[in-house]
Structure formats: structure tokens, C-alpha cells
């Protein structure tokens, strides 16, 4: 209701009374300009509500698991914030991020198999939307891919083989949309964070997520970087991976110099996750 009510404002629409006239000149109330609109009063009635929202559900999670209903309840949790995330204000959206972050971090160790399937599928849903979005922020995506970095290292164990390649798949997505490539001139804070991420999601349970990492981060790399491109393949190939198949690289050739740029980045990655991978064998 609060989100229905925030949407069908103007976003503009000044909340200062008049106080008066002094000289023939009306006299407004004095607001505050991070309050001074009906909408930003809303997005800090949104705020508030979902924070408090959740404290509810933290403290109160052990009985209401005991309810029949509750996986149709968490379904209903996970949805309203990522509805937060994608579709309001920053101001709004950040709230949604660490409510997110918090609930995970506090009754994650209490979810079911079929409640962490709901949120890793409501996890990359919101990353595809996210990815889509010609409103959101950089900020905000930072900060959604830097607490689900936080989440992921916490609970990998939840995560099987279809949700970690659902998370790869996502961040694809976020590395190529336009919030994350706005800045040509350097690496863009939301490409280095995802590559980051990207790094965290080792070791994989299902080796096949090894090949499909490597084929992705290779799909990154221009074909200016041919020989550092022909010489993973031959450690690949040496490595019980055979030799992998960069994905179509399917660069938007406005988005070419930011990814240029990114390419020692990606290098460095791969190399790291290579000797991560030689070090798994050796010790098996």
C-alpha cells in the first residue's frame, strides 16, 4: 500500500505551506530539501516501514516458521524487497539492499532448502530487472552485488550447481547494462565489484562451474587480448576441463573502450582462479 501510494505522486510536487504574505510576497515554510517533495516524504515512509517490517520478521522468525503458510510468506518477503531495490528511489533502494542483507545474514541458518531456492531465484530475478532498468543507479547496484557477495560467502553451502550459474548469468547481465558502463574513461566501481564477485563463487561443488566461469570471463576480453585468449585455453585444456569455448563476446561497440579498459582486470581474475583451480587438484 505505501508503495502504491509513493508511485502516484509527482515526483515534484512541493510540501511547503504558505505561512503568509509579507510585502506582497507569499512566505513558504521552510523544508528541508531531502523533504521537501511529497515523493521524498513517501520514500522515508518506505524506509521506515520496511525497516521496521523487518525487525518484526527477525524477531519473530522461529514461530512464524512454524506456520503452515510460511513459504508462501517468505515468497512474499523476498518479492516486496526486491520490489524495493528495483523500482524506487535510491534513497528507497538502499534501504531495500541492507533489509535484504539483514534478514539473510540474521534467519539464513533457519531457511529450508525450498525457502533458499526461493531466494536465489529472487535474487537473479531482481539482478535481471536491475540489469534492464534505465533508472537505476550505479550506487545501488554496487551496493546490491557487494551484500550479496557478503550473503553468498555465508551461506555457499545453501547455493546448488542451477543457482550459482543463475548468479553467473546475472552478473553478465549487470556487467554489460548501462548503469554499469556509463563511465568510458576508466573501469566503472559496479564492473570491478562484479568481477570481485565473480571471484568469490569458488570452489564449486559441480566442476562443470569451473568451465563455465572460465567461458565467461574470456567472453570479456576483446580480441586485441587474442594471445592472452589462446594461451588460457591451452592451461584450460590442460587442467581436466578441456578446452573451453569463450561465450560470443557480443560486446556493444559503444561499451568497447570501458571494456578494453576492464581487460586487465578480467586477466588478472582469470589467472587467480587458475592457480585457485591448479591448488583444488594438487590437493585432491
Known amino acids: ?14 510540501v511547503g505551506q504558505q505561512l503568509g504574505m509579507e510585502k506582497g510576497k507569499a ?11 511529497s ?3 513517501w520514500d522515508e515512509t518506505r524506509v521506515l516501514g520496511l525497516s521496521g517490517a523487518m525487525d518484526v520478521l527477525v ?16 515468497k512474499h518477503v523476498q518479492s516486496l524487497v526486491c ?26 541458518s533457519k531457511l529450508t532448502d525450498n525457502q533458499w531456492d526461493d531466494t536465489w531465484t529472487c535474487i537473479n530475478s531482481a539482478f535481471q530487472s536491475c540489469a534492464k532498468s534505465h533508472f537505476i543507479s550505479p550506487k545501488t547496484l554496487n551496493s546490491f552485488i557487494s551484500s550479496l557477495g557478503d550473503v553468498y560467502s555465508l551461506f555457499r553451502p545453501q547455493a546448488k550447481a542451477q543457482h550459482v550459474l543463475g548468479l553467473m548469468t546475472s552478473i553478465d547481465s549487470i556487467l554489460r547494462c548501462q548503469a554499469a558502463v556509463s563511465d568510458s574513461s576508466n573501469p566503472s566501481p559496479v564492473q570491478l565489484s562484479s ?9 564449486f561443488k559441480d566442476q562443470s562451474l569451473w568451465r563455465e566461469m572460465f567461458q565467461q570471463l574470456l567472453s570479456y576480453l576483446p580480441q586485441s587480448n587474442q594471445a592472452f585468449l589462446e594461451a588460457s585455453e591451452d592451461l584450460l585444456h590442460a587442467a581436466p576441463l578441456g578446452r573451453p569455448t569463450p561465450k560470443q563476446s557480443a560486446i556493444d561497440g559503444s561499451f568497447l573502450a570501458t571494456f578494453i579498459l576492464m581487460a586487465p582486470h578480467v586477466i588478472a581474475t582469470v589467472v587467480r582462479l587458475y592457480v585457485q583451480l591448479a591448488e583444488e587438484h594438487v590437493q585432491a
Open 1 to 14: 500500500e505505501l508503495s502504491t501510494a509513493a508511485s502516484s505522486l509527482a515526483p515534484d510536487e512541493q
Open 39 to 41: 515523493q521524498k516524504q
Open 27 to 37: 512566505v513558504m515554510m521552510m523544508v528541508h530539501h531531502s523533504r521537501n517533495t
Open 59 to 74: 524477531k519473530n522468525f522461529p514461530s512464524i516458521a512454524s506456520l503452515p503458510t510460511c513459504d508462501e510468506s517468505w
Open 83 to 108: 520490489s524495493h531495490i528495483t523500482t524506487g528511489s535510491e534513497e528507497v533502494a538502499g534501504a531495500g539492499v541492507r533489509a535484504w542483507q539483514q534478514v539473510l545474514t540474521q534467519v539464513g
Open 195 to 203: 568481477l570481485r564477485f565473480l571471484e568469490t563463487l569458488p570452489p
